[in-house]
Nanobody, 125 residues
Protein backbone atom coordinates (compact mmCIF):
# COMPACT_ATOMS: atom_id res chain seq x y z
CA UNK A 1 0.00 0.00 0.00
CA UNK A 2 1.15 3.55 -0.68
CA UNK A 3 0.11 6.88 0.82
CA UNK A 4 0.33 10.02 -1.30
CA UNK A 5 0.68 13.66 -0.22
CA UNK A 6 0.68 16.53 -2.72
CA UNK A 7 2.25 19.95 -2.27
CA UNK A 8 3.14 22.99 -4.32
CA UNK A 9 -0.25 24.34 -5.27
CA UNK A 10 -1.17 28.00 -4.99
CA UNK A 11 -2.29 31.14 -6.75
CA UNK A 12 -0.45 32.23 -9.89
CA UNK A 13 -1.10 34.68 -12.70
CA UNK A 14 -1.80 33.50 -16.20
CA UNK A 15 1.43 32.70 -17.98
CA UNK A 16 3.14 31.75 -14.76
CA UNK A 17 4.53 28.45 -13.53
CA UNK A 18 4.09 26.07 -10.63
CA UNK A 19 5.72 22.80 -9.66
CA UNK A 20 3.62 20.23 -7.88
CA UNK A 21 5.15 17.42 -5.85
CA UNK A 22 3.63 14.16 -4.69
CA UNK A 23 5.48 12.32 -1.96
CA UNK A 24 4.76 8.65 -1.49
CA UNK A 25 5.22 6.67 1.70
CA UNK A 26 5.36 2.93 1.85
CA UNK A 27 7.58 0.48 0.11
CA UNK A 28 8.23 -0.25 -3.55
CA UNK A 29 7.36 3.16 -5.03
CA UNK A 30 8.99 2.05 -8.27
CA UNK A 31 6.33 -0.67 -8.62
CA UNK A 32 3.70 1.98 -9.37
CA UNK A 33 2.80 3.90 -12.47
CA UNK A 34 1.94 7.41 -11.32
CA UNK A 35 -0.62 9.87 -12.62
CA UNK A 36 -1.85 13.41 -12.10
CA UNK A 37 -5.51 14.25 -12.40
CA UNK A 38 -7.45 17.47 -11.84
CA UNK A 39 -10.99 18.43 -11.01
CA UNK A 40 -12.50 21.86 -11.43
CA UNK A 41 -15.72 22.90 -9.67
CA UNK A 42 -18.75 21.37 -11.34
CA UNK A 43 -16.65 19.21 -13.64
CA UNK A 44 -15.56 15.61 -13.67
CA UNK A 45 -12.08 14.53 -12.71
CA UNK A 46 -9.84 14.58 -15.77
CA UNK A 47 -6.52 13.04 -16.69
CA UNK A 48 -3.51 15.36 -16.85
CA UNK A 49 -0.38 13.22 -17.14
CA UNK A 50 1.08 9.83 -16.28
CA UNK A 51 4.53 8.33 -15.98
CA UNK A 52 5.69 4.73 -16.02
CA UNK A 53 7.42 2.91 -13.19
CA UNK A 54 10.91 3.61 -14.50
CA UNK A 55 10.08 7.08 -15.80
CA UNK A 56 10.88 6.07 -19.36
CA UNK A 57 7.33 6.57 -20.66
CA UNK A 58 4.97 9.48 -20.21
CA UNK A 59 1.50 10.42 -21.39
CA UNK A 60 -0.26 13.80 -21.44
CA UNK A 61 -3.71 15.17 -22.01
CA UNK A 62 -3.88 17.22 -25.19
CA UNK A 63 -4.85 20.29 -23.17
CA UNK A 64 -1.52 20.33 -21.31
CA UNK A 65 0.85 18.85 -23.88
CA UNK A 66 3.84 21.13 -24.41
CA UNK A 67 3.14 23.08 -21.22
CA UNK A 68 3.27 20.48 -18.44
CA UNK A 69 6.00 17.94 -17.68
CA UNK A 70 5.68 14.92 -15.42
CA UNK A 71 8.77 13.38 -13.86
CA UNK A 72 9.69 11.13 -10.95
CA UNK A 73 12.57 10.45 -8.62
CA UNK A 74 12.31 6.89 -7.36
CA UNK A 75 15.14 7.42 -4.87
CA UNK A 76 13.02 10.14 -3.22
CA UNK A 77 9.65 8.39 -3.69
CA UNK A 78 8.36 11.53 -5.38
CA UNK A 79 6.57 12.41 -8.60
CA UNK A 80 6.48 15.96 -9.95
CA UNK A 81 4.31 18.00 -12.28
CA UNK A 82 6.01 21.05 -13.75
CA UNK A 83 3.36 23.42 -15.08
CA UNK A 84 4.32 26.31 -17.37
CA UNK A 85 2.32 28.86 -19.36
CA UNK A 86 -0.59 28.38 -17.00
CA UNK A 87 -4.05 29.43 -18.11
CA UNK A 88 -7.16 30.27 -16.08
CA UNK A 89 -8.75 27.05 -17.35
CA UNK A 90 -6.00 25.10 -15.56
CA UNK A 91 -7.60 26.12 -12.26
CA UNK A 92 -8.53 22.96 -10.36
CA UNK A 93 -7.66 20.66 -7.50
CA UNK A 94 -4.75 18.53 -8.67
CA UNK A 95 -4.32 15.04 -7.23
CA UNK A 96 -1.71 12.39 -7.78
CA UNK A 97 -2.57 8.72 -8.04
CA UNK A 98 -0.77 5.39 -8.10
CA UNK A 99 -1.44 2.28 -10.16
CA UNK A 100 0.23 -1.04 -9.52
CA UNK A 101 -1.56 -3.25 -11.99
CA UNK A 102 -1.50 -1.91 -15.51
CA UNK A 103 1.35 -2.74 -17.89
CA UNK A 104 0.73 0.52 -19.76
CA UNK A 105 -0.23 4.03 -18.64
CA UNK A 106 -3.83 4.48 -17.64
CA UNK A 107 -5.62 7.71 -18.45
CA UNK A 108 -8.82 7.02 -16.54
CA UNK A 109 -9.24 7.37 -12.76
CA UNK A 110 -10.59 3.84 -12.48
CA UNK A 111 -7.14 2.38 -13.14
CA UNK A 112 -5.61 4.05 -10.09
CA UNK A 113 -6.10 2.46 -6.70
CA UNK A 114 -4.38 5.03 -4.50
CA UNK A 115 -5.01 8.76 -4.33
CA UNK A 116 -3.72 11.80 -2.54
CA UNK A 117 -5.97 14.48 -1.07
CA UNK A 118 -5.13 17.02 -3.73
CA UNK A 119 -3.71 20.52 -3.88
CA UNK A 120 -5.48 23.62 -5.18
CA UNK A 121 -4.09 25.43 -8.21
CA UNK A 122 -5.67 28.77 -9.06
CA UNK A 123 -4.67 30.73 -12.15
CA UNK A 124 -5.83 34.32 -12.31
CA UNK A 125 -6.37 36.17 -15.56
Amino acid sequence: QVQLVESGGGLVQAGGSLRLSCAASGRFFSDYNMGWFRQAPGKEREFVAAISRSGASTSYADSVKGRFTISRDNAKNTVYLEMNSLKPEDTAVYACAADRNLAGLGTAPVYYGYWGQGTQVTVSS
